[in-house]
């Protein structure tokens, strides 16, 4: 993709995401967003840092686990970079690119940062295989749930079913992947997908090495990073409904989440805008009214969407330009960013 061409399509996406809001709530949204307290943002704001850092250590743990340290700082730098990437480009395409390249320039092997990137999508999904079902059973069955009971119990559904997931996977994958292929061998639709099924199951095999050699004790710590991670970023809408005073279910706001964060995935603007506003106003207006839905989405956005493209920018500017210094220097000139330490 050209520099301009990306620009500007940049440039719609946040037009896109700035106006659907104000078009279906009009001016009152601004004025309730006006009202929303600072330290409310801050709050959100946090979260996703935190987020970012737990995602840190997740590849810094991945990372020693194939023999290469990773300082925890430039762990950061990475994930910072990926994440603007992967909202700064149609269907997130760019966060695993930008990984796998970042993660080679660390001293990893190709194949070995693809695996430790298709390891973080295994555990990303068996998070989420694990939380959408006990979200939507309590959503279905919990309509006496208090909230201060529906969010641990989220929680422990997600840990305890997760965790046996995890433990499950690394011996028994076989079966689930000759029950994939089988599927999709008849289903007429799903034909096409065979080969980059096939070519997942290579790097899903690495990362079951990878899984293999780290360690049920550093495993439960990556898993346990990965929860953190998702219920931090998962926890910002809940929360920032609650100050503008929303009392539905939080589990239908966790499922309302996923729903969203998919519809944006089909998305071909990045960062999902028009799809995800459009989402959003569909399934909140039930139990908020028009002006603040409007001004929840424009919050909610500027913590999952703006302020991804805000702080990852610089870091992803820094990035590259310090690989396109050391990359011209010559051959054996020490530097302090990279390490290609390697293990015996």
């Known amino acids: 993709m050209k520099r301009y ?54 590849i810094k743990i991945l990372a020693g686990g194939l023999g290469v340290r990773l300082p925890g700082h430039v762990a950061l730098r990475t994930v910072l970079s990926a994440e603007f990437a992967s909202v700064a480009t149609p269907a997130s395409t760019g966060g695993a690119a930008t990984y796998i390249f970042l993660l080679s320039r660390r001293g990893l092997r190709l194949g070995e940062a693809a695996a430790i990137v298709a390891f973080d999508h295994v555990m990303d999904l068996i998070f989420f295989a694990t939380a959408m079902p006990v979200a939507l059973l309590l959503f279905l069955t919990g309509q006496g749930l208090t909230q201060s009971l529906s969010a641990p119990a989220i929680l422990i559904g997600v840990l305890t079913l997760g965790v046996g997931v995890l433990l499950w996977i690394p011996r028994h ?57 998702w219920l931090l970023r998962y926890g910002v809408l809940p929360l920032l409904l609650y100050f503008m005073g929303y009392t539905g279910p939080w589990s239908y706001i966790f499922l309302a989440q996923g729903v969203m964060f998919f519809i944006g995935h089909l998305s071909f603007l990045p960062g999902g805008a028009g799809g995800v506003e459009l989402a959003f106003a569909a399934l ?36 590259a330009s310090r690989l396109v210094v050391v990359g011209r220097r010559p051959v054996g000139c020490a530097t302090e960013d990279i390490d290609l330490s390697r293990r015996a």
């Open 5 to 58: 061409s990306w620009g500007c399509l940049i440039l719609v996406s946040l037009a896109v995401s700035l106006s659907l809001p104000l078009i279906y709530g009009g001016l009152d949204s601004l004025d309730q967003l006006a009202a929303l307290s600072p330290a409310v943002i801050a709050l959100l704001l946090a979260m996703i840092v935190a987020g970012w850092m737990l995602n840190a250590g997740r």
């Open 284 to 319: 909140l207006r039930p139990y908020l009214d028009g002006g603040t839905t409007a001004a929840a989405t424009l919050a909610w956005r500027f913590c999952t969407f703006y302020w991804y493209l805000l702080a990852g920018a610089p870091v992803f500017i820094f990035t």
């Open 173 to 229: 994958y076989r079966p689930l992947a000759i029950w994939l292929g089988r599927v999709i061998r008849r289903v007429p639709g799903l034909r096409r997908l065979r080969y980059r099924l096939a070519r997942w199951l290579i790097q899903f095999r690495a990362s079951v090495t990878l899984l293999l050699r780290l360690g049920v004790g550093p495993l439960l710590l990556v898993y346990l990073l990965c929860v953190g991670h």
